[in-house]
């Protein structure tokens, strides 16, 4: 906050960017087996590139079972041929880098596949050099797990094995067997797969379930859960000190930054759902530890309404240690997707919300067209969390490219391996690029004034009060010049003091069409879920 430092060093890449997630089963299907692939990303990429994002974020590409589609790896390097080949992967870099997109993809250090070979020799017996890269335990006799611990699926997190006559510990499903952080043969084997990418080419990783990589080694019973903070995750019966969050972890995060310092102009993103006193911490005391922890706040927050959403920014900004980049995220592939937890309109001013809060935001793809969730019927669930209530198939749904045969998603006759949605006639790519209206021409203006307006990259950030209730308005300054942001997330329309910012301005972005030009910020109608980004005299 305040006036930006000029001796600072130039802001990096990941600053300046936007971030665009692809849950690459469901973006393009080059080959017709109804899975996107690697050629169908890099068929697309103009399109990316067009909405003029700086990088894309890839779910896991890894050959897997596909237990939890991806999450659950057998072999840290190379590419699943459902996905394609090592060799496509290095195309889609090269053709990204040469539009200037840099790629990020996932690294999931918590747990392997059961089909890792590492796993395999892990069971093979009590003895085998490989049993301690996994975490077994004895059970508590009568066929009794060690302790009380969940998985974050639903059920307990361990698994018995009969044939050692141990159990073994999966916080997800008993597919995704954890490893042992604490035996230095996986740290260093994972630093090693960090390097293999990293030499490849790639820009970064979102790193998965970093908040959970150590778990305590006495092994005690979790208590009962306690009513949930905001920014804290709501899962089964049981708080989860023992595993989560422990200083060995934050430890764990320091490594990896120092592993991706190796190379220029890299980047690590922390999948950590704490609250923010603790989230913080993982950007590392000297700034040594990942630059960008995600910040789920809009996420986990029950409620996206003006005064909620102005207490998590306020308190997330306080909350920042001096030098520490912001992040933003609306949604992802855990979770349902914004148009359907707020509603269509709603969702327009939370684009606009994402694009102009001071720090780097991750966009969901398909969110730029206002995707709601698709509901599934019960028989074409496949994800493995649907076992503990919770499926996240509804918002991982074929993305919607044309008004053809399977949405453009995939060849005619090809059956895609989620159903698409029922609006795609009507919602999808062609069809909104072609209406000023859409949510896709918004997002693409949001992104372009975002390129003009220097403050909303780099500036300050200071909300207003405001008489009355509905209104979240703030305001993004640098170098004299200054930006406001007035969202209107209430019921009614009103007409709202924000002389704070300024006696007046221009409109460069509003979420209806028919607001431009000049307006006196004393008194400055808004529509019911409108929204504008106004550039102060
Ligand atoms: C978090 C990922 O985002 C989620 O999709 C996955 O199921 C779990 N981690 C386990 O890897």
Not at 71 to 90: E, H, S
Not at 452 to 471: C, K, N, T, W
Not at 508 to 521: F, K, P, Q
Request: glycine share 10%; net charge negative; with cysteine.
């Amino acid at each position: 906050m305040g006036d930006p430092d000029l001796s600072a060093p130039a802001p990096a890449w990941w600053q300046t960017g936007v971030l665009y997630q692809i849950y690459p089963r469901s973006f393009a299907d080059s080959d017709g087996d109804g899975v996107g692939d690697l050629r169908g990303i890099a068929q697309r990429l103009d399109y990316v590139a067009g909405l003029g994002v700086d990088a894309i974020w890839l779910s896991p590409i890894y050959p897997s079972p596909m237990a939890d589609f991806g999450y659950d790896i057998a072999d840290y390097t190379d590419v699943d041929p459902l996905f394609g080949t090592l060799d496509d992967l290095d195309a889609l870099v090269a053709d990204a880098h040469a539009r200037g997109l840099r790629v990020i993809l996932d690294l999931v250090p918590n747990h392997s596949s059961d089909d890792h070979p590492w796993f395999a020799e892990a069971r093979a017996s009590r003895d085998n050099p490989r049993r301690d890269w996994y975490i077994w335990h004895d059970g508590r006799g009568d066929g009794r797990p060690p302790n009380n611990w969940e998985s974050l699926f639903g059920g307990p997190a361990w698994e018995w094995d009969e044939a050692t006559g141990q159990f073994y510990l999966h916080l997800f499903s008993r597919k995704q067997p954890d490893l042992n952080w604490r035996n230095p043969g996986v740290r260093t084997a994972m630093y090693d797969v960090m390097r293999f990418w990293l030499d490849r080419g790639i820009d970064g990783f979102r790193i998965d379930v970093l908040w959970l990589l150590v778990k305590d080694e006495a092994f005690g019973d979790n208590p009962p859960l306690k009513p949930r903070a905001e920014g804290e995750l709501e899962v089964g019966r049981y708080e989860m000190p023992a595993f989560e969050d422990l200083p060995e972890t934050r430890e764990i995060a320091r490594e990896m930054r120092a592993i991706s310092d190796e190379y220029d102009d890299r980047v690590l993103i922390g999948e950590i759902y704490l609250p923010l006193e603790r989230l913080v911490a993982y950007y590392g005391e000297q700034l040594d530890g990942i630059q960008l922890p995600f910040n789920f706040g809009l996420v986990t927050t029950p409620r996206l309404a003006a005064e909620s959403i102005r207490a998590i920014v306020d308190a997330y900004e306080a909350a920042l240690p001096e030098g520490a980049w912001p992040n933003w995220v609306l949604g992802n592939h855990d979770v349902p997707r914004i148009a359907t937890r707020i509603g269509p309109e709603r969702a327009r001013l939370a684009q606009m919300l994402l694009l102009t809060l001071r720090g780097t935001p991750t966009v969901y793809y398909g969110d730029e067209l206002g995707m709601p969730d698709v509901k599934i019927p019960p028989e074409l669930v496949v994800d493995p969390a649907a076992a503990g209530g919770r499926s996240r198939d509804g918002a991982r749904t074929p993305m919607q490219w044309d008004a053809g045969p399977n949405a453009g998603f995939a060849h005619e006759g090809a059956q895609p391996w989620l159903p698409l949605a029922p609006d795609f006639a009507e919602r999808n790519v062609a069809a909104e690029l072609a209406d000023p209206r859409s949510p896709l021409a918004l997002f693409r203006t949001l992104l372009r004034v975002r390129d003009e307006h220097a403050p909303l990259v780099l500036g300050s950030y200071r909300s207003l009060d405001i008489e009355g209730g509905g209104l979240f308005a703030f305001v993004r300054e640098q170098d004299g010049e200054r930006v406001l942001v007035a969202l209107n997330f209430g019921r009614d329309a009103s007409v709202a003091d924000l002389g704070a910012a300024g006696a007046a301005g221009s409109i460069v972005c509003a979420t209806g069409l028919d607001r431009e030009g000049r307006v006196d910020l004393a008194r400055l109608p808004l529509g019911a879920g409108e929204g504008l980004v106004v550039r102060v005299d």
